[in-house]
Structure formats: structure tokens, C-alpha cells
């Protein structure tokens, strides 16, 4: 399985396994009723068996029914997606996506978030990084 998820999901497998994060785990006829402009039931059905075979989601079986679950955690996959989003998007540059999302919001940031990110930043200079 590939480490940098959604890297080889096309846009729909991409959108089941979000549901399935969102969720946390789910049988398909609920993945169904929460994907966008949804494709039919057998077409999920076979989408999860595939995803199941890249390794994404595993199941298990509830009575009659198949449940879905990712196999990676979502905190996993967020560090992921976000390695992939500033190798893409900002030269592999941390400090140049935080810059874009802070620059982004249109809000100021409260005295709670500025401590917190301060906070962070110190940790970082702790650990030497």
C-alpha cells in the first residue's frame, strides 16, 4: 500500500474513504447515501472491494451486512495528505503553507490559537527541530 494515501485514489475512492473517515466506519449503503451526486449501490459496492484490495479499508461482517473501516489512521493519513499538499503546492516548505493558511483565514486569530502556536513553535526549538 501506498504510505501517501490518495495519491493513486481516483476523485470517487477519494470521496468514499473521506466518508469512511468522517464516519469511522461504515456499511455501504451508508457510505451511499452520504457520498455527492452518488453513483449507483453495486458501483460503491465494487469501488470498497477495491479500495479493500489497495489496502485503504478492510471489513468485517455485521449480520448480513459488510462494514468498512480505513485501515490507516486518520491522523495517519491527514500528516500524509498534508506531506503531499506542501511537496506539491509549497516546495516542501512548512513555514509557506502555515504562511498561506494563516493568510487565507480573513480572521484574526485569538490569543488562545497565538499561544498555541507559539507554544508549538517552542516545542519544535526544543527538540531541535
Known sequence: MDEEIGIQLGRRERQIVE????????????????????????????????????????????GMRYVYAPVIAASKARQSALRQLVSTFFEGSPLAAAAALLEMSGQKLSSEERDHLSALIARREEEGQ
Not at 451508508?30 to 477495491?50: I, K, Q
Open 19 to 62: 466518508v469512511l473517515y468522517r464516519l469511522g466506519k461504515a456499511s455501504v449503503a451508508e457510505v451511499l447515501a452520504d457520498l455527492p451526486d452518488p453513483p449507483s449501490y453495486s458501483a460503491v459496492r465494487g469501488m470498497l472491494a477495491l479500495l479493500e484490495e489497495k489496502g485503504y479499508v478492510r471489513h468485517k461482517r455485521d
